[in-house]
């Protein structure tokens, strides 16, 4: 599988898993949270998406369930991880609130959890899960830079962040930020023409996609977007998921779709999506029918 340079210490398969979803299964067992994370190494697919929230705290550790039975498995994978969302749940039951917490002694106490939760000692991409409006960025940015120094963590990035945010995060940071996560997909194509994805192509900097299914809306509907990925997956023999995911491949801006299924299956059609020919023309007939009309 294709692999893409974040910086120069640190590369990802074109395709993640994400684990967002792990704490949801009926098997949690490590023997099982094992078979998934095999599958997707088994098609080249390294690198593995998690979050402090997910699970309400409990994915990451039983992600590290796996990874602590099988210790042999950590140096085959890139673990990304995110904070600094707070709701009542896990260990932040209580909160009276949910909101964002950017602070220094959140961060590091994140990260802590987060590699204690997982039994690894590194995390090898940390991002800022959500754009926090009472974030001081310069106790952000240090804190950030600090745990990079320290190890704990080999790049940072952010989530969910408009150019603004990023910049504004940016300006205070001497680590340079290496990836943004957000929505894109056949069911939210506004990245293609509201900046973001400018922005990202003029920086030079590859954007991670999550819910590039439209959180499983593009495999169950109907309409013209149905229609249009039915008709190239017929045509090649693949099904929805793989032509939703060829779509953002496609992309000269190389985007890195996040895939998530608790489907051992399914994981391993995952890489179908690399069988798709997607020629310009083939590309705008499905970025049509997800625009509603024609291109002006």
Known sequence: MERVALNKDLSFSRIIYGMWRVADDADTSPSHVEAK????????????????????YTAEAIMGGALKANPALRARMEIVSKCDIVVDAGRHAGASVKHYDTSKAHINASVDASLADMGTEHIDLLLIHRPDPFMDHHETGAALDAVVASGKVGAIGVSNFKPWDWELLQSTMTNTLVTNQIEISLAEISPFTNGDLAFHQRIGTHLMAWSPLGGGSLMTGQGAVAKAMDKVAADQGVDRAAV???????????????????????????????????????????YEAALGCEVA
Not at 37 to 56: M, R
Not at 262 to 273: H, L, M, T, V
């Open 37 to 56: 994370i095999q599958a997707a190494l088994d098609q080249g697919i390294t690198t593995f998406d998690q979050a402090d929230i997910y699970g309400g």
């Open 244 to 286: 939703a995911v060829a779509f953002l491949l496609a992309h000269p801006a190389k985007i890195l779709p996040v895939m998530g299924t608790n489907n051992i299956d399914r994981i391993k059609g995952i890489s179908d999506a690399l069988k798709v020919k997607m020629d310009r023309q083939t590309w705008f007939k499905l």
